[in-house]
């Protein structure tokens, strides 16, 4: 999952990308919470997010069967 972090718009909702993120949704199912960090052009740390996701039980069921198979 790509995450970019902007500037605010303001009232003419134009805003500027300051960095970008990613996060690897596989690993989620081992880690529910993960540190996200965004890096500017330059690839200098701007900014750490904190983020815990977890899946449905229907969803962990699908990826258990397609591991299967």
Same mark, same amino acid.
């Given at each position: 999952?790509?995450?970019?972090?902007?500037?605010?718009?303001?009232?003419?909702? $134009?805003?500027?990308? #300051?960095? *970008?993120?990613?996060?690897?949704?596989?690993?989620?199912?081992?880690?529910?919470?993960?540190? /996200?960090?965004?890096?500017?052009?330059?690839?200098? $740390?701007?900014?750490? #997010?904190? *983020?815990?996701?977890?899946?449905?039980?229907?969803?962990?069921?699908?990826?258990?069967?397609? /591991?299967?198979?």
């Amino acid at each position: 999952m790509d995450f970019t972090l902007v500037t605010d718009g303001g009232d003419e909702g $134009e805003c500027d990308d #300051l960095g *970008v993120a990613q996060l690897d949704l596989s690993s989620i199912r081992s880690r529910p919470k993960q540190l /996200i960090r965004f890096l500017d052009v330059n690839g200098e $740390e701007l900014a750490e #997010l904190e *983020v815990e996701m977890t899946y449905s039980e229907k969803l962990m069921k699908y990826f258990e069967s397609d /591991i299967d198979e």
